[in-house]
């Protein structure tokens, strides 16, 4: 039976199969449905410095082949988090790795600093897609000086594994990763989700509350794997995937294209169980093709 283990920088993944902030809760909210440690890590929804209430509704909408949201980053703020959320997941059996979100640098620092001081919480991961309240509003991941100077107060105040979550609604995404990757990630993920509309024609009005939302699920897979295929070539970290990931098959292809490990979010919400119908499939596929780790095939693209 083929091994499954990959390492992002110092962590060892049981398998590569993680879920993506904002579609797995806490983890604590599937643990009826999945078994938890079965996954290779788990990365909680997005925490913020101070709590948000998150856009009006409504702030979801289904598309073909995918949903649009602008959730907005609901949720309670990091001491809510590391007072009442931490000591019911510190104790699962995996890697417990939060999102973290913020406004300005110093935002994200200080919020990573107090997630920092968290013993089994073994890596954190930024979302850089949000907006710069200093700078019009444009997202801080979609320049290399927006991105670096995020990941730079982060890595200052920040001693453990720094993921780095980039955007996909960018000119050059490689670019990005190499300003992330020069400024102290230990690994980059990708893709958030891309900006897109849905419109109500009898109402003449969006979908969304806001009018744009985010785009996730399979239709973003092409331009996912493309991405995560030119970043992987790009730097020298560890490169995650996710963007419309369904099946196993559909991990593969991102491994294949470079990713050590892979994130599954939209999936979530139609089988909560997709994870591990995920992590087996890999490792039936493995055994089936005479593999005997995981890591034989990660960036195997005869391209």
Known sequence: ???????????????????ASGTFGYGIEFADLVPLDGLGGIIVKGTTLRPREGNDYPRMAETALGM???????????????????????DIDTNMIV???????????ECAARIDALERIPAIELNISCPNVKDGGMAFGVTCAGAASVVKAVRRRYHKTLIVKLSPNVTDI??????????????????NTLMGMAIDIERRRPRLSIGTGG??????????LRMVWQVARAVSIPVIGLGGIMTAEDAIEFL?????????????????????RVRDGISSWLDAHGCRSVTEIIGALDA
């Open 1 to 19: 039976m083929a091994t499954l283990n990959v390492k992002i920088n110092d962590i060892e993944l049981k398998n590569p199969v993680m879920t």
């Open 68 to 90: 649009l949201n602008c959730v907005g980053l609901q949720n309670k703020g990091v001491d809510y988090f590391c007072e009442h959320i931490y000591p019911q997941i510190k």
């Open 99 to 109: 999102n973290v979100s913020g406004s300005s640098p110093d935002d994200y620092a």
């Open 174 to 191: 490689a670019e990005i990763a190499r300003a992330c990757e020069a400024e102290g990630a230990d690994s980059v993920s990708l893709i």
């Open 215 to 224: 785009l996730s699920g399979p239709a973003v897979k092409p331009v996912a």
């Open 256 to 276: 294949m294209a470079g990713a050590t490990a892979i994130e599954i979010g939209t999936a979530n919400f139609i089988d909560p169980t997709v994870t591990i």
